[in-house]
């Protein structure tokens, strides 16, 4: 009895303790960001930064392994009443805080802040962070889709390497010219081929999403939604989404130049590409902190092909958001010019994951780095005015869940075109219904 | 006892291959490309996973945190859900009846459903960012569940044994303290198990509760790892190998512990 006594006392004691411990100074503020363990190193490097340049304001770092994580963490504090001060959020998933004023507009504090200003950051990533004609967060990097290749492959095959103005058909060719047996003899990975057991090395990597499938539509001068403002559906069954949809399907049906699922589970296509068994990958910004530790070949970048007739990119950008329920908001709106302003764009894309939002930043050698893989990281500049972005909704993370299933049953399945622009409508519908916009 | 055999034959069939596959997969080389089927042995054998897994994933402080966190909830969570089980022996009929449909009303709520309410109580106590949190269900036995087993077992002792008692003006204390955790030790091994492995992989509290990276649990820290990419799963089945073992000699433990009580009951009946 004595000792039930004394291990209840020990609980409530380090209860009290904590209590203590938790009485927030105003001086420190809480970022909620995600990202596996090297790029959470990154956040931490700015964090310590700031803490050093803005003489003991102090930010506590929380931080979630993946979107799910954070958004369970911020949904739950938001609803308990004490969320973060500022977390760092996509703008394809911030909607939907956006929606239910859980964010607080800067619009003001822009206006009077002598350290940023809005034109210093890339308009297209700006926009996608209003709503409702208010500026809600302030983006740090402005990513588009790029083509990463392994040019010591390329040239083991002899094949010519991606440039600047090339198309969708090149695309095809290059990755069937590129698609080999263990041997290096070309060989095609498609099913009535025995699909990928012949093959060693598969000439493109690409995710079956809405959002790598969408720059192909816009770049046919094409929408997939009825309206871009206020979408209600998807619109696929319509040209150009249809053919753009039919030709992406195509790469693993007809040509079989991509991996099929089953090899996607055993090693996705980052880990493929770093192993040297991938010859391109469709991807973002995001890959290339990974790409930084290949040391076995030769890495660079090229530009998305033309699908249609106009370049067409699809913007990747997070931003930091101030939430409306912090009670720090001064010292919150005093680390976001800091991390948005010249210095801490810096730290964040010496870790070569961002490209950074601030226009003078991405274009100095912080970036441009001739010394760091991509040599040619201007690809991503020049991808920033044809950049265009997914509609404002805030079910927008739900319909991109729905989709995901049924295109990779498309890619990989090869299910009915007809049946998947079907199903990709109506399930998506009442998704749309339930969304609010700005 | 051929019976017997048949289903721990069973059991470990079920139960090894998955636990065999992941100490496999922890000893591969990180960074390699990841084999196309199961390999029992990694060729080449390498524990570079280990030290990345404990450095990357900061599993000596998240190891450090759990096992507080288990240290303190466990024998907590098993007196309180012994106490309230010997309680409702004790209780009229009628009140006992209304605790257990409570508690099994309790069992069927889910945990994500009281994680807002929850939240906004412990912010109230100034207790977020701290570990209280992952404790503090032990004051209410952890689960629902462990109360109504404390109550079947006590219940199971004959009740001459608890007017025997009375009789020796026992108070109710003494009697569930003297006599009736002895005679329920196996369940209390069988209890404090299972409280162990409900504490050690609670993932949804200390995600929800815990902001500092250094009050990091290891459920968390293994969160962490399963980011990385596949070439680097063997760190991520590393750290989920040294995260298995303390759940692993719990159960040992307890096993033993509850066996030999058995063994020593069945001497006495013959």
């Known amino acids: 009895m004595r000792k039930l006594t004394a291990i209840l006392a020990t609980v409530l004691l380090a209860a009290g303790c904590g209590g203590a411990e938790t009485a927030a100074t105003p001086q420190t503020i809480r970022l909620l960001v995600f990202g596996a363990p090297e790029e959470l190193r990154a956040y931490r490097t700015l964090v310590d930064a700031y803490a050093k340049a803005s003489s003991g304001a102090q930010v506590q770092l929380v931080e979630a392994s993946d979107r799910e994580d954070l958004i369970t963490r911020l949904a739950t504090s938001i609803a308990g009443g004490s969320p973060p001060d500022v977390f760092l959020m996509n703008y394809r998933f911030y909607g939907q805080f956006a929606a239910k004023n859980a964010v607080e507009p800067l619009d003001d504090r822009l206006a009077k802040s002598t350290v940023v200003k809005l034109a210093d950051l890339y308009p297209q990533a700006t926009e996608a962070f209003q709503w409702q004609g208010r500026q809600l967060c302030l983006p740090q990097n402005v990513s588009s889709l790029a083509v990463y290749y392994n040019q010591t492959l390329f040239q083991k095959f002899g094949v010519a390497e991606p440039k600047n103005g090339w198309t969708w058909n090149d695309l095809v060719t290059t990755a069937t010219a590129m698609t080999r047996n263990a041997s290096g003899a070309i060989v095609r990975g498609t099913e009535s081929e025995g699909g990928g057991a012949r093959v060693a090395v598969y000439g493109l990597g690409v995710e079956p999403t809405l959002i790598r499938i969408a720059p192909l539509v816009w770049s046919a001068g094409g929408q997939f939604v009825d309206d871009e403002r206020k979408p209600t559906r998807l619109t696929f069954e319509a040209s150009p989404a249809k053919d753009a949809l039919r030709d992406f399907v195509a790469l693993r049906l007809a040509y079989g130049v991509v991996p099929t699922d089953e090899e996607i589970e055993a090693e996705n296509d980052e880990a493929r590409f770093s192993n040297g068994r991938l010859a391109m990958l469709l991807s973002s910004r995001r890959v290339t902190t990974t790409f930084r530790t290949v040391t076995d070949f030769e890495w660079d970048v090229a530009p998305m092909p033309m699908y249609g007739k106009q370049q067409a990119g699809i913007l990747h950008s997070d931003a930091y958001c101030v939430t409306s329920g912090s009670k720090a908001k001064d010292a919150a709106w005093r680390f976001l010019e800091y991390a948005i302003g010249a210095e801490g764009q810096r730290i964040v894309a010496a870790t070569g994951r961002t490209v950074p939002s601030n226009v003078e930043v991405s274009r100095s050698p912080a970036f441009l780095d001739p010394a760091q893989p991509p040599r040619n990281a201007q690809v991503f500049l020049d991808a920033v005015p044809t950049i265009r972005r997914v509609p404002t909704i805030s079910t927008w993370p739900e319909i991109e869940d729905a989709t995901g299933g049924i295109l990779e049953n498309a890619l990989y399945r090869g299910d009915k075109l007809d049946d998947v622009i079907r199903q990709l409508d109506e399930q998506t519908r009442p998704i749309f219904a339930r969304g609010a916009t700005p | ?270």
């Open chain 2, 1 to 270: 006892m051929r019976l017997r055999t048949v289903g721990a034959v069973a059991v470990v069939a079920v139960f090894l291959p998955p636990l065999l596959m992941l100490v496999a997969g922890s000893l591969r080389e990180p960074g390699l490309p990841p084999p196309p089927g199961p390999r029992l042995v990694p060729d080449p054998l390498s524990t570079e996973g280990y030290t990345r897994a404990v450095d990357l994933g900061g599993l000596v402080r998240a190891g450090l945190n759990s096992a507080v966190v288990a240290a303190i909830a466990v024998p907590v969570s098993v007196l309180v859900a012994s106490l309230a089980g010997f309680a409702m022996t004790q209780l009229p009929r009628r009140v006992t009846t209304a605790v257990t449909v409570a508690s099994l009303a309790a069992l069927a709520a889910p945990a994500t459903a009281l994680l807002v309410p929850r939240f906004a109580l412990f912010r109230a106590l100034g207790l977020t960012d701290t570990l209280a949190p992952l404790v503090a269900p032990a004051l209410l036995a952890t689960s629902p569940l462990y109360p109504l087993v404390f109550y079947l077992a006590f219940r199971a002792l004959p009740a001459d044994l608890y007017d025997a008692c009375r009789l020796e003006d026992l108070s109710p204390l003494r009697t569930w303290w003297r006599v009736g955790m002895p005679l329920v030790r196996p369940v209390t091994a069988a209890v404090a198990a299972l409280t162990f492995v409900l504490t050690w992989s609670n993932f949804l509290d200390p995600l929800v509760y815990v902001y500092d990276r250094e009050l990091f649990t290891l459920p968390l820290a293994l969160r962490s790892l399963s980011t990385l990419d596949p070439t680097n799963f063997p760190v991520f089945l590393a750290g989920a190998v040294l995260t298995t073992i303390p759940p692993l000699v719990v159960f040992a433990l307890a096993q033993r512990h509850a066996l030999r009580h058995l063994r020593l009951h069945e001497y006495r009946e013959t």
